[in-house]
């Protein structure tokens, strides 16, 4: 009689976001893949994670943690851009953000089921980013996982973009924006670290509040993340982060970043790579200049022991997305481990979420992504995806 | 000496690599699979090429190796039958043409034997492909299928004058409605003309031909090539009385085209235009010398291409993501897979330069739950049975064309690579001197583009020279140069 009751029980969902997964894979990233695993989720987080198991609700050929993706630019328009001032380090883009856009369910499908939400580049130093889940509740309290994560800025061309005056015109108005150069951006930065750490110009709140946030960089409390594409906005960043003394840099859209090894390890900065193009070319709108990146730049940056993260700005089409970046990575020469990695516990630790997601292992948010083959593979797909628990997309429906 | 320009350069140091089996010779594939695409897969397997064709496939101790032929591949290789891309206008000098239409044209007479398309169709496997013009038009000139090789177009032409494009999505600057209208009255305006030229027949007997002996052409030839009109859904009576010779050859392809010379590539952007083609080719009477070159969108429109019996050629991309202007919801289609429900004989083909290697086409196709053999069907057999190449290319097999792929792996694994690419039993490709392949992967710097590492600079005067060349020649390269010399001047000023 027994007998019969037990796999009977064992089939019945304890409760609606309980699950059992089962998997002939499971890659918990944090530790080696487990053959025919399982990982149990109970109440929004995961419960154990281990070989065997049984009374599977769910079942897939493979299991990987949620997505992260650190540029995945939803909220990102011109509009989070803020005019006034070129230092905006007070900001938040929570501020900005829309959390009702259709594109937040575009990214849970692929997979990402964390993101970084940052102001976008055209101010030098843009403002505070936020780490959020990319779905639930559309309010800021049930996305949020950290609300102040990193500080973002930009160097390079694109600060500058649209600044020059008109001619004809008076340059000395409210109106031009300043800087107009490249020149003007890096010093915008370094005045911007200056004064903080002379501490002027702090009567002024605002001046006060930004630098209250620089000296949070300062202190390593906050990682700068800054838009470096070309090998002088690298090489820039870095001498940046050397001279003040920056403890956590992040290189983001780091195109060139494999041109200078000797500097990425000297410097100790991380990575953020954009998307593999066809023919490795990056087009730049802002300067007559295209940026090359090669398939095997993300193996490049592992072998030098440069921490990375991979990214697909938003990329939605088939061939685009986040795990397509990853297998990218990998016809580059990247092992898969590695690429697994690159896309979800080193995004994690790169701004300090790491207690709460980017692995499988327990206690840590159930997000998790359900293969029907090997992951990051062109032959594979993302077929499930459950998020704190909760199946966002369903495996069973096909 | 006139014809060693840069860039024939280029391509010939990537492809003109000495051949060890001429046209003629003979040539021994070894491999440790051999995945013919005709029936299972062969381990150890040996393929014997004599003049270009097949003549044996099997396992290396049932076929006999000549003892004359040079021998490739070895074990660590897996050999697959060359990819086909079924439909392209890539490789040419502009696709389009802005005359609405122009079947007169041929694409021969703007294909780009150099172009980079070609030489990356080498490196993703692609040994046979269908270019026609780009489907900017109402009736678009005539295509060719080509092999991506050699420096002339006759070189590589496998099939000359075939195909002709038409398109029903309305051309830059037209509606629909004024599409339709062209593209009909394309057929009309043909019509009017015969009409036109058998009445001038009639009322002046023998005008066309005391015309023709005046031009000196020849009648018997052109008396052998028939007179009369052969088209199927309607006829001009009296078309036997003009000679072949006399026709406009403005006019004369279109005419060829309801007599099932060429096939017909329609052009579809949305599944109306699917409606739209149907309704033309039965109204020609050419539908079963049609094939659809549909986008992602016109899955939509899949029970009509099934009821009408057509192929297609899925040129946009495979998975189609509509987003509900109402509700918000995003919906992804996955459009292979509603072909193959529909029995619609379908090949793969892109123009999105990220998806276009047709191994990641059959591999997408794959993780959305096509069958393996059914996927890669789509990028081999069946855009050579779609090109009427049915019997030449598309699978291993005897008597087809020796186009043999070498992979380092599974063809459709993200980390193999076509190592050695043999179209008709000549190696063409190698991937161990393919420099470019080389720089995409490792991000090499062009020759004297680099900056000189400490050992190098200063030692090497004829390298400066070659600089000096190349910033004349090579305007691309000019980004890469000016950095090259921005970081020779920091490292004089010795860095920040």
Redesign the interface.
Known sequence: MLLLIAPLLAALPPGDDDWTIQAATVHTVSGAPIENGFVRVQGGKIAAVGKGGGGATLECAAVTPGLIDLALGIDTGPLSVEQSSETAARLSASDGLDLFS?RW??AL?SGITTALAQPADYDVIGGLGLVLKTGGAPTLAARLVKPEACLRGAIGAQPSNGNAIPRFQEPQTFYFRRPTTRMGVEWVFRKAFHDTLQGQGEDDPATAADHAVLRRVLAGELPLVVQAKA??DVRTAI?LKEEFGIPRLVLDHAIEA??EPELLKRSGVAVILPPF????RHADGFVN??Y??????ARKLHEWGVPFALSAHEG?????RLADQA??A????LPLAAALEAVTLTPARLLGVEARVGSLEAGKDADLVLW??PPL?????IIGVLLQGRLVLDPRS? | MKRLLAPALLLAALLAAPLPAQQGGRLVIEAGRIVTQAGPDIENGRIVIDGGRITAVGKAEEVEKPWDATVIGGKAFVAFPGFVEAHTSQGMDRANENIDVAPFLDIRDSIDPVAYFFEDCLRQGITTINVQQGANCVVGGRGMVVRPIGMTVEEMAMRPLFGLKLSTRPKGGKSRATQMQALRFAFEDLRLYLEGLVEKERDDAGYAKREALFQGRDLEAEAAQGRAMGGTAWKVDGLELVPRGALDERYAPLLELLEGRYTAFVHCGDPLDVVHALEVVRAQGILARTVLVIEQDCWKAADRIAEAGVPVILEG???D?Q?DPIT???V?TFVPKVLQEKGIRFALSSE?????APA?QA??A????MERTAALDAVTRVPAEILGLGDEVGSLERGKLGNVLLCSGDP????TWVEHVVIEGRLVYERAKDVRNK?????VQPLGTAPPTSAEAGEDPEHEHEKADEDAGAEKDA??EQ?GK?EDKEKEDGG?
């Open positions: 259709y369910e575009r499908r090998t002088q001498y494999w041109r193009t066809a023919d490795g200049d295209s090359f990146l090669p398939l095997d730049a939605a089409g088939a061939g685009a297998a990218a990998q016809r580059g020469g029907n083959g593979q062109p032959t594979s797909r096909k | 991309a495979l998975l993501v987003r918000g919801e995003e992804e999105d330069p990220n998806t276009r990641y591999a997408l794959i993780a959305h739950g459709l694994s993200v980390t720089h995409l992967l490792e991000g980004g890469d950095k921005d920040r």
